[in-house]
T-cell receptor, first 115, second 116 residues
Framework: GAGVSQSPSNKVTEKGKDVELRCDPISGHTALYWYRQSLGQGLEFLIYFQGNSAPDKSGLPSDRFSAERTGGSVSTLTIQRTQQEDSAVYLC?????????????FGPGTRLTVT | KNQVEQSPQSLIILEGKNCTLQCNYTVSPFSNLRWYKQDTGRGPVSLTIMTFSENTKSNGRYTATLDADTKQSSLHITASQLSDSASYICVVRSNAGGTSYGKLTFGQGTILTVHP
């Protein structure tokens, strides 16, 4: 079985443009998470999906950020009107279930650079 | 506020030597603690998981300890190899807020460099 995949691996965009980041979780994993890793910072939680619904969106830093998940599988993270402070590595993770000791398996990340 | 602090920030050792990385946390209520290894340009990969009742757990040359009373954990790497060069991240899960999934709090990581 393939692991978590993310695309694109790198994205350079101009300030003010919209970007979409994609995550393909491990097949059968019901829980999906988005994180942001800025240079020199720890991972920052953005949003959690259980199936297609998002019980916890508390980590989204502003209303420019949104995410959706369709068919209980693929998820897209959209950043509108990008700002330079959005530059970071965006990591997606999935797990078999939401709680307990279920391990989160991480994708390789998308490195976003806003110029 | 839930926090996880790791030390040192970075560490350089010679191949074959041992090292110990530290993690202090203030996450409450505590559910479990994981150590992850993150190679450059890759996502983190879990090394060990420890629950409240566990004091020590080993995974090959990696040994993690947990002191739930003092809220401290350590990761000991024995006989280091060049491939151990990576960032090591301490992650604590809580079950606060009535969420069934338990939020994760991440440390900033310790960057380990192993030189030949």
């Amino acid at each position: 079985g393939a692991g978590v995949s993310q695309s694109p691996s790198n994205k350079v965009t101009e300030k003010g443009k919209d970007v979409e980041l994609r995550c393909d979780p491990i097949s059968g994993h019901t829980a999906l998470y988005w994180y942001r890793q800025s240079l020199g910072q720890g991972l920052e939680f953005l949003i959690y999906f259980q199936g297609n619904s998002a019980p916890d969106k508390s980590g989204l830093p502003s209303d420019r950020f949104s995410a959706e998940r369709t068919g209980g599988s693929v998820s897209t993270l959209t950043i509108q009107r990008t700002q330079q402070e959005d530059s970071a590595v965006y990591l997606c993770a999935s797990s078999l279930g939401p709680g307990g000791t279920y391990e989160q398996y991480f994708g390789p990340g998308t490195r976003l650079t806003v110029t | 506020k839930n926090q996880v602090e790791q030390s040192p920030q970075s560490l350089i050792i010679l191949e074959g030597k041992n090292c110990t990385l530290q993690c202090n946390y203030t996450v409450s209520p505590f559910s479990n603690l994981r150590w992850y290894k993150q190679d450059t340009g890759r996502g983190p990969v879990s090394l060990t998981i420890m629950t409240f009742s566990e004091n020590t757990k080993s995974n090959g040359r990696y040994t993690a300890t947990l002191d739930a009373d003092t809220k401290q954990s350590s990761l000991h790497i024995t006989a280091s190899q060049l491939s151990d060069s990576a960032s090591y991240i301490c992650v604590v899960r809580s079950n606060a807020g009535g969420t069934s999934y338990g939020k994760l709090t991440f440390g900033q990581g310790t960057i380990l460099t192993v030189h030949p």
